[in-house]
């Protein structure tokens, strides 16, 4: 248990991709050969990434100065670029998601037919992005992974995903291009604006945001409101903030469903990381400027989602649309704890919600879109009104969809709840009306998750699903795990979110310094 | 007792929510009793219980009478008399509105029981059959309750409110008792408050027993009468309705506009569009590039090829022509140069030799 291990993260990041290479080498003739290999190398990074957590050395300092298991070694000397990686309370809990939610995934995949070779070895690829995304320290890594996520994905749409599979994996490839090309000239910007202890500029994410602790901001006061919303066009394009949120809807329709469960569970966090790692430590001082803004355009999402969640007669596209209703929590979180009223206090219980709602939301989402795939698989529909009096028929499926959709309405007791809370408590004492506002997305919350809920499992049975078997092996034990955590930490929610507290004030004193 | 706190009797209030806590989840035991005996839920089809199933008749009729307020034997007749006396002394209305309250309560009650327990059973294919143990102990336990948990607060020693001065506070009391000093009156038992409640409820229950007991009066006569009433009623005074013709229909209507909005607005309008206008540039942009930038190429080619066809005609390889425009030339040329130097006498064109000498 040594938080000083250099090896553990480029491991942990590696292994994955190491497991892909295997993965070319096993005959395509043998696909169960290929399930279980995928399966056991996805275990490895699981167990690494719950030793981190328990490895991890609670009250240390945080970003930007302190990172623990931290690596950097010079990788493109010339430019600055260095092989840096580290973790703090912001990352840790997002690696264990990563790892978990692609395990479930792999596992509920193992029906997968169609090219299983590629499929799995795309799966691989994708968690090495996605666990670079979360250990880099070095915006040069941070890109290249950012990137990497990006490819993996627009394959396991575009060739295992529904019928619209190529408007959709090509919308999402090119919505978040978009996004990413603004934040690598705001990257460039303040590459050209930091200089290296030895002189010349780097790439470090550290020194970046070490200058922007000392300075306001990671660049000069002429040009860093464009870079602040270059950035934040990266970022929100990714949570997805309103109204750069119809890619969502799409991707996750169109996904398959392991897909739309990493989509959701672990690349939209990526939008909400980059937030809290790079555009409130790196530009505090637009950020505390802009907080208003973010806050009603996430106070949009969250009405603006919940209502259109509502109206939605397709089940994945519900689901779908309460993603940008929930993330709206993550980023309003956000936004009040850069809020120049409240106190230290709720200011960090805002974004110590915004967090707990980002790995909430990972779970409970996560294991909608599985249920979602569980049933669209037996009935090879989503249109809600097909549905009706599935309780009867397949109890245990009933229960785990009215749980993880009580989950996610924010029923006390759970996870979603927590993360509510504490976003409410914190926007509370920055601005009661936001609020007060954030309140009605809530009741339609709760309105659309019940609706949603009576038209598939109460009502009179569909005869045509006289013989739907209920969930299997499989499907529970890809489910399960998912609404375990979301009552343990529901339950004991200090158990994830010691984590994030240390982070939050870290983050909090470079906003208010 | 939500009409107790209002009129500031807090202690009647608690006590009130506790005998109600006992003879209410009675009467739910007991028509649970009932459904699970004759396996429906409608009145209408019952009758004639009270033979079958003598235990839940005798446990829900004793709730019914606490409910109905009963004084002296029941346990809600305790906790109604208070509240009614508070509300005597702090404000008339409330005080009749709950008289009324009593009397309809009783009313209704009474036609439950008669038309549940009594007459005959309007529905042969039901043969209903007592519950078993489980059921019924509980309904007994709670029947008990509902007598005699009125007795820690009779107005003569109310032992009740002593023992919740430590939650309430002597401050709650305190309001209570201002009202009553300034009303000069004193809490307590009080004959007219005790005498009006105690017809109310007797007179629901004579007028529910004339109807439905003794059928003196016929409920088809007072159809005429009373038929808009029981209209309105029967559609719960249409608060359903209204909440679906108003809040439901809004939000859905909100919902669908949203959606709309984000659909066609946000997703094909501005997303769609921005995609539509790239492609839009990039056929303007083929076309310039064809045209324009790829035509100047094209252009300088042709402008070297059709020289090069035109001078063509020069390279015939033939000796003697060359040699004879190299004749030409050199004389051309000499000509040129011989008149530069004429005219200009003194050439400032460096390329050309210094020919002056030449002609000295």
Known sequence: ?513 | MVMALGVFGYVAAIFHLMTHAFFKAQLFLGSGSVIHGTGTQDMREMGGLKKKMPWTYWTFLVATLSLCGIPFITAGGWSKEEILTVAFHTNKIVFWAGVLGAFTTSFYMFRLVYKTFHGEPNDHEIHAHESPKVMLVPLVILATLAIFAGYVGTPFKNMFEHSMMPVLGHHSEMILEKVLEEAQVSGGFNTPVFLIGTCAALLGIFLATLIWKWHVVKIEKLEPAFGWLAKIVENKYYIDELYQATIIRALMLIAALMFWFDKWVIDYVIVNGVGYLSLVVSVVWDWCDRNIVDGLVNLTGWITGTLGRGLRYIQTGVAQQYVFLLVVSIALMSVIAFCVAVIGNHSEVSWIPPITGFFH
């Open chain 1, 1 to 513: 248990m040594d938080p000083t291990n250099h090896w553990i993260l480029p491991l942990i990041t590696f292994l994955p991709l190491l497991g892909a290479a295997l993965i070319m080498f096993v005959p395509k003739e043998k696909p169960s050969v290929i399930k279980a290999l995928s399966i056991l190398v996805s275990l490895v990074p699981l167990v690494i990434s719950i030793w981190l957590w328990f490895a991890y050395k609670h009250g240390g300092a945080q970003f930007p100065n302190g990172v623990q298991f931290g690596i950097d070694v010079p990788w493109i000397p010339s430019l600055g670029v260095s092989f840096a990686m580290g973790v703090d309370g912001l990352s840790v809990p997002l690696i264990f998601l990563t790892a978990l939610l692609t395990t479930l995934s792999l596992v509920y995949s193992t029906f997968i037919e169609v090219r299983p070779k590629e499929y799995f070895w795309m799966f691989l690829l994708l968690e090495t992005g996605m666990f670079g995304v979360f250990t880099a320290m070095d915006f040069v890594l941070f890109f290249v992974f950012w990137e990497v996520s990006l490819v993996p994905m627009y394959f396991l749409i575009g060739i295992w995903g529904g019928p619209r599979r190529e408007y959709a994996a090509i919308k999402f490839f090119l919505y978040t291009m978009v996004g990413s090309m603004a934040m690598l000239l705001s990257i460039l910007a303040m590459y050209f604006h930091t200089t290296a202890a030895g002189g010349g500029h780097t790439f470090s994410m550290l020194a970046m945001a070490q200058q922007a602790m000392t300075n306001g901001d990671a660049v000069p006061l002429n040009i860093a409101a464009l870079v602040f919303w270059g950035l934040f066009l990266g970022f929100a394009v990714k949570v997805p903030m309103f109204p750069f949120h119809t890619w969502l809807p799409d991707a996750h329709v169109e996904a398959p469903t392991a897909g739309s469960v990493i989509l959701a569970g672990v690349l939209l966090k990526m939008g909400s990381y980059g937030f809290m790692r790079v555009l409130m430590p790196m530009m505090p001082g637009q950020f505390a400027r802009f907080w208003w803004v973010i806050a009603i355009v996430s106070l949009i999402a969250i009405i603006y989602g919940a209502f259109v969640a509502m109206a939605q007669k397709d089940l994945k596209k519900l689901i779908a649309y309460s993603s940008v209703n929930h993330m709206g929590y993550v980023t309003l979180g956000c936004a009040v704890a850069a809020s120049t009223v409240g106190t230290l206090a709720t200011r960090s219980a805002a974004l110590n919600g915004a967090q707990m709602q980002n790995f909430s939301h990972g779970l409970i989402t996560g294991a909608l879109f599985l249920l979602v795939g569980v049933v669209y698989e037996r009935a090879h529909t989503r249109d809600l009104s097909a549905f009706g009096g599935l309780w009867a028929k397949v109890p245990v499926y009933a229960g785990m969809l009215a749980f993880c959709s009580f989950g996610s309405l924010g029923l006390p007791g759970m996870t979603g709840f927590i993360a509510e809370l504490s976003v409410l408590t914190g926007t509370y004492a920055a601005a009661p009306i936001l609020a007060g506002l954030a309140l009605i997305g809530i009741v339609v919350t709760a309105a659309y998750m019940l609706w949603m809920l009576q038209r598939v499992l109460l009502g009179p049975l569909n005869p045509k699903w006289e013989k739907m078997p209920d969930a299997d092996a499989r499907e529970v034990i890809s489910i399960a795990p998912l609404m375990a955590l979301t009552l343990f930490f529901g339950i004991i929610p200090s158990a994830v979110m010691s984590f994030f507290g240390n982070a939050s004030e870290a983050i909090i004193r470079v906003l208010h310094p």
